[in-house]
């Protein structure tokens, strides 16, 4: 008893600190923690920087219909269908995904068609530097993360963002979309009202040795190529190499890992 | 010194009265919009921040414009200052206090909000935010108290002070340059992005705040029988002429930059606030009724006569007081988002809930400010008699 009372009346000390406590904190949960024993799924895929390789000539709008259906089942994304949409995939016209790069003249086939939108997994995503929680961050293969157990809703990441890849739960998606219907996917939590969220690339699919979503669901047509551009073998390196592909506003520098076959 | 809050005339107690009820409405306006989500709110997915979080760009700039009157006083020993840096730093307290109440009601998890405390990221302009609007609340509250009660005793305020003074000087200038940031270090957002913003910002700010102070002086020495004085009064008109020049300056070198380069994404949040884009310009009319505001405030100001009346102070004061609001606490925040990211338009307005929370926090800083401004009259007037 009076140990343990010691030891409380240390951590208050410490936490008295302010700044200090945190790494204390941080210690002692990690001592505890180191007492279970996880460890990865050997299946699942590792790389270092994980991108995406969308062939726009071989999608149509029954293609990235599937794709969009098969994320959003996936991640319980609701289907408001309003200005407080959540938008994980979803398609626009070519003027509205590289504004500024449009003309006139523009081909009819690229100006009518339907370019998949997601979140970039961007190198250098000012989203992760904004956040004044780490809520959003980046992992060593590359796949900006959301925490939505920690977001506290500030929506700076929304503002820093500039391909408009982040959704907020204006409203609570439990007690408004998913009020007389199951969610789809019972796997994947839902949100609450106030968070920020946005797509994963599949982050726990990837765990398990699965493709991401959307890349599986058009697999027949391979319009969506993923794959590690830092492994010089992998199916995305050599599909760059052979076919001229682009970014969007990469003028940013925020080097985004979504690239277009146009 | 608290006590001298609780006794006053019928008219404090009514003022009191009709602050706390308007409070009263914020509170239960914010109860709602906690239990139904920021839904409530005329924000969406492409405007994402709205009056809130412009509310809180206005505010932080009348906190700062403090250091408007202590800086002369204590620097340049400038002497007409020495009655009212204490109303000064007291516009500070409560103009943070409404800072931080807006940021509080702009998260969708205000629940979390020690998060930004438990896991600090000094990468993020948001925390240094939460550093630096923290820290000037506690220095002002602590000059403006412990120099009031020195003052109360007839003795000289103790040294210790002195080197928390000279901090709160340059802190003040430190919490609308973070606050610029937020906005000015954006990649996408055009509008915002300008290496001017932090000094539009202080411009801006250094106008806005003292013609607030000015009106505060005027409504204190009708109400009280303390008299911040006609020379310091004028001192603070000088300052606030300057500032807004200085202001108007600046955002004309916006409009230069972005107009002659002819780049759109330059131009266009320019184009949606004055005229118009795409059939879209619901701040249009705000946007002018600032203009209009600015330049005839500029010219009555620049006028000695009208100047030295202070009647027409009064109204040049009302003037770039309004003028200055618009601009920060509504027109720069909206715009930055608009166009969005896919060069479309999704425009703002905001909701009832909204504006009864807004109005709420609005006359809770008033509340603060009435009982500290009658803290400080109190203790003047006790001195003087």
């Known amino acids: 008893m009076e140990r343990s009372r010691r030891s409380f009346l240390k951590i208050l000390g410490i936490s008295t600190l302010g700044l200090g406590t945190l790494s204390a904190v941080d210690l002692l949960a990690k001592a505890e923690m180191g007492k279970a024993e996880y460890s990865p799924n ?23 219909q599937k794709a969009i ?5 996936i991640h319980n994304v609701p289907d408001y269908g309003d200005e407080e949409e959540i938008k994980w995939i979803w398609t626009d016209k070519y003027e509205h995904v590289f504004p500024g790069q449009e003309h006139a003249y523009l081909a009819e086939e690229i100006e009518e068609k339907p370019f998949l939108l997601l979140c970039n997994h961007c190198s250098n995503p000012p989203c992760v530097r904004v956040c004044p929680t780490q809520a959003t961050w980046q992992r ?16 700076y990441c929304m503002a820093a963002c500039p391909f408009g890849a982040r959704s907020f739960n204006w409203k609570d998606p439990r007690t408004t979309y ?10 994947y939590p839902t949100r609450t009202k106030g968070v920020v969220e946005k797509c994963n690339l599949c982050a726990e699919r990837l765990a398990v040795g699965e493709m991401p979503a959307c890349v599986e669901a058009v697999k027949d047509s391979k319009a969506i190529v993923f794959g590690d551009l830092e492994d ?20 940013l520098g925020t080097s985004p890992n979504v690239y277009y076959i146009v | 010194m608290l006590e001298t809050a609780l006794k006053g005339s019928k ?14 409405i914020g509170v239960t306006a914010f109860l709602y919009q906690l239990n139904k989500g920021l839904t409530v709110t005329g924000m969406s997915r492409d405007v994402s921040w709205g009056l809130y979080i412009a509310q809180f760009t206005f505010l932080v700039g009348v906190a700062a414009s403090a250091v408007m009157v202590v800086l002369p006083y204590y620097l340049h020993n400038v002497k007409e200052f020495g009655k009212i840096t204490i109303l000064g730093e007291f516009l500070a307290v409560a103009a943070v206090n409404m800072c931080l109440m807006f940021i509080l009601v702009d998260l969708g998890k205000p629940m979390r909000m020690l998060n930004v405390i438990l896991h600090p990221t000094p990468n993020s302009i948001l925390f240094w935010d939460m550093v630096v609007l923290n820290g000037y609340l506690f220095l002002n509250i602590i000059i403006g108290w412990v120099v009031l009660s020195a003052e109360r005793k007839q ?6 002070v002195k080197p928390l003074i000279y901090l709160s000087i340059p802190w003040a200038v430190s919490i609308h340059t973070v606050t610029a940031f937020l906005y000015a270090g954006l990649p996408g957002r055009h509008f915002w992005l300008t290496a001017i913003m932090a000094a539009r910002f202080l411009a801006s700010a250094f106008a806005a705040g003292p013609a607030l102070l000015i009106l505060l002086c005027l409504i204190v020495r009708r109400v009280s029988k303390f008299d911040p004085g006609k020379e310091a009064i004028q001192k603070v008109a ?26 759109p994404g330059h131009m266009h949040g320019f184009v949606y606030t004055f005229v118009g884009l795409n059939g879209y310009g619901n701040l249009v009319p705000w946007t002018w009724a600032s203009a209009v505001m600015a330049v005839v405030a500029t010219l009555m100001l620049l006028c000695p006569p009208l100047r030295k009346n202070e009647t027409t102070l009064a109204i040049s004061c009302l003037l770039v007081f309004f003028s200055l609001w618009i601009e920060k606490g509504i027109t720069l925040v909206i715009t930055g988002f608009i166009p969005n990211p896919f060069d479309t338009i999704t425009e703002y307005v905001p909701t009832l809930p909204e504006v009864a929370i807004t109005v709420g926090i609005w006359a809770t800083g008033f509340l603060i400010l009435t009982i500290l401004y009658k803290i400080a009259v109190s203790v003047k007037e006790e001195i003087a008699s």
């Open chain 1, 42 to 64: 050997p299946k699942g895929m590792t790389g270092k920087r994980w991108a995406l390789v969308v062939d726009v000539k071989k999608l149509d709008e029954e293609t990235t």
């Open chain 1, 69 to 73: 259906e098969a994320c959003h089942l």
């Open chain 1, 140 to 155: 060593g293969d590359g796949i900006v993360m959301m925490d939505q157990h920690r977001c506290i809703g500030c929506r």
């Open chain 1, 178 to 187: 998913f009020k007389d219907k199951e969610p789809p996917n019972p796997k």
């Open chain 1, 232 to 251: 010089p073998h992998s199916e995305a390196r050599e599909l760059l190499h052979e076919r001229f592909a682009i970014r969007r506003r990469p003028e």
């Open chain 2, 11 to 24: 008219k404090y107690w009514i003022l009191i009265g009709v602050l706390f009820g308007l409070h009263g």
């Open chain 2, 155 to 160: 003795v000289e305020p103790p040294k210790w």
């Open chain 2, 238 to 263: 000088n300052i606030v002429i300057y500032a807004l020049i200085i202001s108007i300056f600046f955002v004309l070198l916006e409009i230069f930059t972005a107009f002659y380069s002819q780049i």
